[in-house]
T-cell receptor, first 119, second 114 residues
């Protein structure tokens, strides 16, 4: 039972390079999210996708783009990496109201993160 | 001022102690309150989930919400070394379109020593 899977687990980039972080969930959830976690800051929402084909900005979207490829997959792209984007990135998913099995405001299921360092 | 405040610790206790972890918040619109446990180099995992005020118990864990004081707590009884982790509080309100807007505390690092 994989849940939420993120790749890669670690990555080192140089300033200005680009890369895509991959996320896939096998729980048939409609909603998916990208967070970043920095010391003393908690988790902050970058982008979310309430359903396939839709994406919306969160608290800290600048410097990032996302693609909801299908119901399972939600990718995060850094077009021109900056040292300020050094962080741990987490993908999450949750059941949306109206989905089968929705019992309330279902909390989110997280992957194990991608540790990204930008030099 | 942050919407959710949480003491980062670290908190160090002996095995068997009762642990109290706390968060305060400023937005009275929050309806759902969660506690996540995060082991080193892992993603957060849901520990407790409550809606509105009151207590909820699950084994050694008790979550308490006081909406009038905007204060939530997590109590761990008979703490074990395996409870050593970072504990994140989170709270949310459901926006139109089904978006679950979660705001997290910064996390409290707990160490339980044998």
């Amino acid at each position: 039972n994989a849940g939420v899977t993120q790749t890669p687990k670690f990555q080192v980039l140089k300033t200005g390079q680009s890369m895509t972080l991959q996320c896939a969930q096998d729980m048939n959830h409609n909603s998916m999210y990208w967070y970043r976690q920095d010391p003393g800051m908690g988790l902050r929402l970058i982008y979310y996708s309430a359903s396939e084909g839709t994406t919306d900005k969160g608290e800290v979207p600048n410097g990032y783009n996302v693609s909801r490829l299908n119901k399972r997959e939600f990718s995060l792209r850094l077009e021109s990496a900056a040292p300020s984007q050094t962080s741990v990135y987490f993908c999450a998913s949750t059941i949306t109201p109206g989905d089968r099995g929705f019992l309330g405001n279902q909390p989110q299921h997280f992957g194990d993160g991608t540790r990204l360092s930008i030099l | 001022q942050k919407e959710v405040e949480q003491d980062p610790g670290p908190l160090s206790v002996p095995e068997g102690a009762i642990v109290s972890l706390n968060c305060t918040y400023s937005n009275s619109a929050f309806q759902y309150f969660m506690w996540y446990r995060q082991y080193s180099r892992k993603g957060p995992e849901l520990l407790m989930y409550t809606y509105s005020s009151g207590n909820k118990e699950d084994g050694r864990f008790t979550a308490q919400v006081d909406k009038s004081s905007k204060y939530i707590s997590l109590f761990i009884r008979d703490s074990q070394p395996s409870d050593s982790a970072t504990y994140l509080c989170a709270m949310s309100r459901l926006l139109s379109g089904g978006y679950n807007k979660l705001i997290f505390g910064a996390g409290t690092r707990l160490a339980v020593h044998p």
